[in-house]
């Protein structure tokens, strides 16, 4: 069975502050992806990064960075430097390899950053 | 390029009635997705099609719902007899097959809300 955990259901902090979004996932896949999108207010999940099992190459993207590591099965997600606009939900999600086209997502990190 | 688009945004029913949403995907994207999202929850998959075939179909999707690509490009996914336990938000996604596992991108949603 393929599941995916975001314990922190919610985080609050001050704009400025780091912050990290763990994602831990459970696949019996020996190949499979992982991804990250934001959902705002408005509804539409943004596509935030996408990962595949073989490439455990750490990511940075201005602000946002992502730490994979499979020993743990953890897909962590860092904002340095929030800012307002970050607010929104945030989601985990894996995709198989084998038979199947689907997402499964975890149940979100809603991130609060007040000014 | 313009992104998946979704319609209606809000649709407010009594218990029921049928409804029917649509959903354009990103032009060039030959593979369509259904997913429903309630309350604090993250998304989950109802169906998907590549082309105008419907590949593969959730066990949450009753006998109520029906899906449909005819021509391989906009979808509408129809909810008979609504019940008060269908309200959800209705996200679509396309992506663009390449032989590889591709993103999804994702529309705006519709927001069901049955009295």
């Known amino acids: 069975a393929q599941k995916v955990t975001q314990a922190q259901t919610e985080i609050s902090v001050v704009e400025k502050e780091d912050v990290t979004l763990d994602c831990v996932y459970e696949?019996?896949?020996?190949?499979?992806?992982l991804f990250w999108y934001k959902q705002p207010p408005s509804g539409e999940l943004v596509f935030l990064i996408r990962?595949?099992?073989?490439?455990?190459q750490n990511e940075i993207s201005g602000r946002y960075s992502w730490n994979f590591q499979k020993s743990t099965s953890s897909f962590n997600f860092t904002i340095t430097a929030s800012q307002v606009v970050d607010s929104a939900v945030y989601f985990c999600?894996?995709?198989?390899?084998?038979?199947?086209?689907?997402?499964?997502f975890g149940t979100g990190t809603r991130l609060q950053v007040f000014p | 390029d313009t992104g998946v688009s979704q319609d209606p945004r809000h649709k407010i029913t009594k218990r029921g009635q049928n409804v029917t949403f649509r959903c354009d995907p990103i032009?060039?994207?030959?593979?369509l997705y259904w997913y429903r999202q309630t309350l604090g929850q993250g998304p989950e998959f109802l169906t998907y099609?590549?082309?105008?075939?419907?590949?593969?179909k959730s066990r949450l999707l009753s006998d109520r719902f029906s899906a449909e690509r005819p021509k391989g490009s906009f979808s509408t996914l129809e909810i008979q007899r609504t019940e008060q336990g269908d309200s959800a938000m209705y996200l679509c996604?396309?992506?663009?097959?390449?032989?590889?596992?591709?993103?999804?991108?994702f529309g705006p949603g519709t927001r069901l809300t049955v009295l």
């Open positions: 996604a396309s992506s663009q097959s390449t032989g590889a596992t591709d993103t999804q991108y």
């Open positions: 696949t019996r896949d020996t190949t499979y992806y």
């Open positions: 990962r595949n099992s073989f490439d455990e």
């Open positions: 999600a894996l995709l198989g390899s084998y038979n199947t086209d689907k997402l499964i």
């Open positions: 032009s060039e994207h030959n593979r």
């Open positions: 099609f590549q082309n105008e075939a419907q590949l593969e």
